[in-house]
């Protein structure tokens, strides 16, 4: 087993920024793809922004340019850097990983609780 933490959300004013972290703990052989998704009441929920594990980004067309992810292996931690926010960057955030639990074992999906942003004057 394995379980994410999140830290980092907040109120911020539009324009301001924000920084998001999640660590993973708990029986980590090696953990794949890292990520950040958000969800806002009645949506579904979509990614943000995804690193591997060999460090290649990818991110949402609405967040280019503004968010920055970025991992430290080391630590199990995926970082998410929020910057020139927008009021519809409101949201949850939660942090996924793809956790493998032993050196032959399949790669599970793990979430986060999720941490609240809100951008608003």
């Known amino acids: 087993q394995a379980q994410l933490v999140e830290s980092g959300g907040g109120l911020v004013q539009p324009g301001g920024s924000l920084r998001l972290s999640c660590t993973a703990s708990?029986?980590?052989?090696?953990?794949?793809?890292m990520g950040w998704y958000r969800q806002t009441p009645g949506k579904q929920r979509e990614v943000v922004a995804r690193?591997?594990?060999?460090?290649?980004?990818n991110y949402a067309d609405s967040v280019k340019g503004r968010f920055t992810i970025s991992r430290d292996s080391a630590q199990n931690t995926v970082y998410l850097q929020m910057s020139n926010l927008k009021p519809e960057d409101t949201a949850v955030y939660y942090c996924n990983a793809g956790i493998r639990h032993t050196a032959s074992g399949g790669s599970l999906d793990y979430w986060g609780q999720g941490t609240q942003a809100t951008v608003s004057l």
């Open positions: 708990g029986s980590i052989f090696s953990i794949n793809h």
């Open positions: 690193i591997t594990s060999g460090g290649t980004t």
